[in-house]
């Protein structure tokens, strides 16, 4: 099965799941859902205590490579871009929403800049030349990947601890795995479309594939805080 009828499954999934999505779109009963857990806990002290988290070792040693990785200045441009993003969040009428969907961004992004860096030397040197808005070089794009991790890392941090916005197999995992299938054919769509390879059926799937994609993000966006998606668990290994 290819990344279109996965993702499209996923899609199904979600929206067969039970979590009355008709009663979710109702404002009023929505915000009693988003704020239900909300602590007035500000994102520079989530900063501030991420690199002590009360986890496992093992957190705690992943977190500090994570930390390691992006260099001073960019840590604090990243903390920076944090904490203006926190000031506009705050200030709409349903702060996590925005929340969710900068994360969604920031795993696209990943998806996106990885897939291009994996690309053909050739490949990325003429979309590179090619495009203003493609980062100019393997060194610049993997420090905006690692950046780019970390900003992802704080932000469901906050939204975890201030809104209860985390659990397993929760909104966030199911649209990374949607974004893993996407993977699997954007390598392929860029080489195409620098080849000059591409046609009306490419496009028409890449049309159907950024639809699903849509409709994916509109119905996690609307999921109470908690929501627990047990049927995408992975399979357990057998013995």
């Given at each position: 099965?290819?990344?279109?009828?996965?993702?499209?499954?996923?899609?199904?999934?979600?929206?067969?799941?039970?979590?009355?999505?008709?009663?979710?779109?109702?404002?009023?009963?929505?915000?009693?859902?988003?704020?239900?857990?909300?602590?007035?806990?500000?994102?520079?002290?989530?900063?501030?205590?991420?690199?002590?988290?009360?986890?496992?070792?093992?957190?705690?040693?992943?977190?500090?490579?994570?930390?390691?990785?992006?260099?001073?200045?960019?840590?604090?441009?990243?903390?920076?871009?944090?904490?203006?993003?926190?000031?506009?969040?705050?200030?709409?009428?349903?702060?996590?929403?925005?929340?969710?969907?900068?994360?969604?961004?920031?795993?696209?992004?990943?998806?996106?800049?990885?897939?291009?860096?994996?690309?053909?030397?050739?490949?990325?040197?003429?979309?590179?030349?090619?495009?203003?808005?493609?980062?100019?070089?393997?060194?610049?794009?993997?420090?905006?990947?690692?950046?780019?991790?970390?900003?992802?890392?704080?932000?469901?941090?906050?939204?975890?601890?201030?809104?209860?916005?985390?659990?397993?197999?929760?909104?966030?995992?199911?649209?990374?795995?949607?974004?893993?299938?996407?993977?699997?054919?954007?390598?392929?769509?860029?080489?195409?479309?620098?080849?000059?390879?591409?046609?009306?059926?490419?496009?028409?799937?890449?049309?159907?594939?950024s639809l699903v994609d849509s409709q994916l993000r509109a119905h996690l966006l609307n999921v109470a805080p908690g929501t627990r998606f047990e049927q995408l668990a992975e399979p357990a290994s057998p013995e």
């Amino acid at each position: 099965m290819d990344a279109f009828f996965l993702a499209a499954s996923i899609l199904l999934l979600v929206a067969t799941a039970g979590l009355g999505w008709a009663i979710l779109r109702r404002n009023r009963q929505r915000r009693s859902i988003f704020s239900r857990h909300e602590k007035p806990l500000p994102l520079a002290r989530v900063w501030d205590e991420w690199l002590s988290p009360d986890a496992s070792d093992n957190e705690r040693v992943r977190r500090e490579a994570l930390f390691t990785l992006v260099e001073p200045a960019h840590r604090e441009a990243v903390r920076e871009d944090l904490l203006r993003f926190e000031e506009r969040a705050l200030a709409e009428p349903e702060p996590l929403l925005a929340i969710r969907r900068e994360l969604m961004d920031s795993i696209d992004r990943r998806m996106l800049n990885r897939e291009i860096l994996a690309l053909p030397e050739n490949l990325k040197r003429g979309l590179r030349a090619q495009s203003g808005d493609v980062i100019a070089n393997d060194a610049e794009a993997e420090a905006y990947l690692a950046a780019n991790e970390l900003r992802l890392e704080m932000l469901r941090e906050y939204a975890g601890r201030r809104y209860g916005d985390r659990a397993p197999q929760d909104w966030f995992e199911v649209y990374e795995r949607a974004a893993r299938l996407k993977q699997r054919t954007a390598r392929n769509y860029i080489a195409r479309s620098m080849s000059g390879e591409l046609n009306e059926e490419h496009d028409a799937r890449q049309q159907a594939i950024s639809l699903v994609d849509s409709q994916l993000r509109a119905h996690l966006l609307n999921v109470a805080p908690g929501t627990r998606f047990e049927q995408l668990a992975e399979p357990a290994s057998p013995e």
